[in-house]
């Protein structure tokens, strides 16, 4: 798939602004905050470096900062990499046996939900009909939710003992049933927008919009069918503070959130 870097850059990036959030939502100590603050560093890293990757050759994204006034493309690489060096500024800072700065944590969040909006906007503002919908940012900033807060609650299971881990679970357990009862009602109204629009005179290499719309009915319903359930073992599972439930749920949630993705960058 020539779409996977964007793949993996999209929702790596979107998780380590969730998991971002999550923390600056948190009050634990060092101790507690350590990990996700690595972790959302690896992630947002590993994530920038995939999207390089897509250029075709690295050293063209210095080319991508032109026309930060007028590129979208041009602002969300402002906005990554700021996002990413607060937050390293911030876990170094921790490192250093120093006291999480929840002011950075909060600057970093602001940052990267402003690089988030900025890469739904790359999207929406394209000439391809299926991602001119408000459904883009839905799916974008769920993902930022959804990945975010099953990297937290894997690395907070272990302490879900404690008043302030248990809340934290519960806020993720609401939140992710939130975004997809979201998603999903906006999922009619996206299926009739398309049908309604007058895409037979635009056409995206391979296949027109619409007919690669249809050809992944199956996979469409598999998806969300995969994302419901998922939401529903996640969300028993983190309420209760019960790993198993965690376990299968964020499985069925990534499963479902890389089934999305793969089908948003195919769908064009």
């Not at 897509?54 to 700021?82: C, D, K, Q, T």
């Not at 990297?151 to 907070?156: A, G, H, I, R």
């Not at 009862?181 to 056409?203: F, G, H, K, T």
């Amino acid at each position: 798939m020539h779409e996977l870097p964007l793949l993996i850059f999209t929702l790596l990036v979107q998780g380590s602004v969730g998991l971002t959030l999550f923390m600056a939502l948190s009050s634990g100590n060092r101790n507690c905050l350590l990990p996700p603050m690595l972790i959302a560093c690896i992630m947002g890293g590993l994530g920038l470096v995939a999207s390089t990757l897509h250029l075709g050759y690295p050293l063209n994204a210095f080319y991508a900062l032109r026309h930060m006034e007028s590129s979208w493309l041009s602002r969300e690489i402002v906005f990554a990499s700021i996002y990413l060096a607060i937050l390293g500024i911030a876990t170094l800072l921790v490192l250093l046996k120093k006291q999480p700065s929840r002011v950075l944590l909060v600057i970093a969040t602001v940052f990267g939900l402003i690089d988030v909006f900025c890469m739904s906007a790359i999207y929406y503002h394209s000439s391809v009909v299926t991602w001119q919908h408000f459904n883009t940012w839905l799916m974008f900033f769920g993902a930022s939710g959804i990945v975010g807060a099953i990297v937290m609650s894997w690395l907070m299971a272990n302490r879900s003992d404690t008043p302030e881990m248990t809340k934290l679970l519960r806020t993720a357990a609401v939140l992710v049933v939130a975004i997809t009862v979201v998603r999903l009602l906006a999922q009619p109204e996206y299926i009739s927008y398309l049908s309604l629009s007058d895409m037979n005179n635009i056409v995206t290499l391979p296949h027109q919009s619409l007919e690669a719309f249809r050809q992944f009915s199956h996979l469409r319903i598999l998806a969300w069918s995969v994302s419901v359930i998922g939401t529903l073992l996640f969300a028993i599972g983190a309420w209760r503070s019960r790993r198993g439930g965690i376990l299968f749920g964020s499985l069925a949630l990534v499963t479902a959130e890389v089934l999305l993705r793969f089908m948003f960058f195919s769908i064009h």
